[in-house]
T-cell receptor, first 115, second 115 residues
Framework: GAGVSQSPRYKVAKRGQDVALRCDPI?????LFWYQQALGQGPEFLTY????????KSGLPSDRFFAERPEGSVSTLKIQRTQQEDSAVYLC?????????????FGPGTRLTVL | KNEVEQSPQNLTAQEGEFITINCSYS?????LHWLQQHPGGGIVSLFM???GKKKHGRLIATINIQEKHSSLHITASHPRDSAVYIC?????????????????FGKGTHLIIQP
């Protein structure tokens, strides 16, 4: 069965450009998470969806970051007016049920480089 | 926010050695994740545990909820075990209400097993 997929795998953007990162979770998974991993660091929580509802966006670093999951499956993380400090790997994970109490299945990540 | 400390940060060992990686966290949780991240970024969930001990092949994870501490052990280590091992706990503590959603990650333990 297919795992979590993310696209693109690599993205290079010029400072000030907008980018959109896509996550395809495992089919039927209720929960979807976005994480940001800077070079040499552990991942940091960004936001959480339960189906189409964004229940927690406390980790989004600024209002330039926006995430959606309009039909409760595919999710898009959008970063507006990218800055160099946005350079990181963006990880998506999904789990079958609500919240933390399930194993999270991670995608391969999108490596964003902002020049 | 839950704070997670892992030790050691880096560990180099010879093939066959018994490996222990430690994780401490600051506030009460209901469960803890151990994850493995190989070079190139892919994250795999190894264990999710809420009490006692779990074993999978040569990997053993233990947790002491009262002491807010968990350990990951690798028996008969092999070069293919070389990876970053990350401990992750809920962003919020048990008492914050509404359940915990995203994960807070430790910085990881860089493990190298030499043949």
């Amino acid at each position: 069965g297919a795992g979590v997929s993310q696209s693109p795998r690599y993205k290079v953007a010029k400072r000030g450009q907008d980018v959109a990162l896509r996550c395809d979770p495992i089919s039927g998974h209720v929960s979807l998470f976005w994480y940001q991993q800077a070079l040499g660091q552990g991942p940091e929580f960004l936001t959480y969806f339960q189906n189409e509802a964004q229940l927690d966006k406390s980790g989004l670093p600024s209002d330039r970051f926006f995430a959606e999951r309009p039909e409760g499956s595919v999710s898009t993380l959008k970063i507006q007016r990218t800055q160099q400090e946005d350079s990181a790997v963006y990880l998506c994970a999904s789990s079958p049920h609500r919240g933390f109490t399930d194993t999270q299945y991670f995608g391969p990540g999108t490596r964003l480089t902002v020049l | 926010k839950n704070e997670v400390e892992q030790s050691p940060q880096n560990l180099t060992a010879q093939e066959g050695e018994f490996i222990t990686i430690n994780c401490s966290y600051s506030v009460g949780i209901s469960a803890l994740h151990w994850l493995q991240q190989h070079p190139g970024g892919g994250i795999v969930s190894l264990f999710m545990l809420s009490s006692g001990k779990k074993k999978h092949g040569r990997l053993i994870a233990t947790i002491n909820i009262q002491e807010k501490h968990s350990s990951l052990h690798i028996t008969a280590s092999h070069p293919r075990d070389s990876a970053v091992y990350i401990c992750a706990v809920p962003v919020r503590d048990l008492g914050s209400g509404g359940g915990a959603d995203g994960l807070t990650f430790g910085k990881g333990t860089h493990l190298i097993i030499q043949p």
